[in-house]
């Protein structure tokens, strides 16, 4: 079955599960300013801006800025209401003592804490999974070397859903998205080079055939995978 992709982005009173120097962490390292908009504009995407000493998600769900704040693929985190991803929000937060993205990462999940109360605690999960492996008679998709140009996009076709990725793991963490395979597809391809992932399909085309089709294959299997429950989140007041 063939489901439509849409756009995410991705904090934390820490629970007893995750471990202590994470804790400890995300306790230290706060944003010196923030702010929390409820966003609405009823627009469908979102996004997350990081640049030195700044955060801006703009039109953000909570549950994007959970996995945002945690570093997590879409199927990595379970639970929560449903207005994680119905409510919107602008989230903005400044420090010039963020030296990378590891910092506003433990600033981001600082600010999840206090301002949506939000607890959390990891654990190990066996679930269905897809095994991304290379088909037997190679992929299609054209390697890029260093120095050599892209080639140009091939043209969208009408009524088409495209998507591009520059390598195979991260076309591999497009597919594990709910709104297409609905599970975790791991690469095991062992293809670490950057590639023009160019992929189109028809709304009633199924996914995986067309994944096949270039040179892939989703193997199904079960496997262990950690993840992160949410225990407890509430909504934000303004500021």
């Known amino acids: 079955m063939v489901r439509n992709p849409t756009v995410g982005i991705a904090g934390i009173l820490v629970a007893g599960a995750l471990t202590l120097g994470w804790t400890a962490f995300a306790q230290e390292l706060a944003f010196e300013a923030a702010s929390v908009k409820l966003n609405k504009s009823g627009t469908p995407n979102g996004r997350v801006n990081k640049t030195p000493g700044r955060f801006v998600g703009t039109n953000a769900p909570t549950r994007s800025l959970i996995r945002e704040a945690y570093g997590?693929?879409?199927?990595?985190?379970?639970?929560?209401?449903?207005?994680?991803?119905?409510?919107?929000?602008d989230v903005e937060g400044k420090?010039?003592?963020?030296?990378?993205?590891?910092?506003?990462?433990?600033?981001?999940?600082?600010?999840?804490?206090?301002?949506?109360?939000?607890?959390?605690?990891?654990?190990?999960?066996?679930?269905?999974?897809?095994?991304?492996?290379?088909?037997?008679?190679?992929?299609?998709?054209?390697?890029?070397k260093a120095g050599e140009p892209w080639p140009p996009m091939a043209p969208k076709r009408e009524g088409a859903v495209q998507m591009f990725a520059v390598s195979i793991s991260a076309l591999a963490d497009m597919l594990s998205t709910r709104f297409l395979l609905d599970r975790p597809v791991l690469d095991k391809t062992g293809l670490t080079g950057k590639y023009a992932i160019d992929i189109q399909y028809g709304r009633d085309e199924d996914i995986v055939t067309v994944v096949q089709d270039q040179g892939l294959k989703l193997e199904s299997a079960k496997g262990p995978i950690e993840v992160v429950v949410i225990d407890h989140v509430e909504k934000p007041s303004e500021n």
């Open 72 to 89: 997590l693929k879409d199927y990595q985190l379970y639970g929560g209401p449903s207005w994680l991803d119905s409510d919107r929000f």
């Open 95 to 144: 420090a010039e003592s963020a030296a990378d993205d590891a910092h506003l990462q433990a600033m981001l999940r600082t600010l999840m804490a206090e301002r949506f109360k939000l607890v959390v605690h990891r654990e190990t999960k066996e679930m269905s999974v897809y095994n991304l492996l290379v088909g037997k008679n190679g992929i299609k998709f054209p390697e890029i």
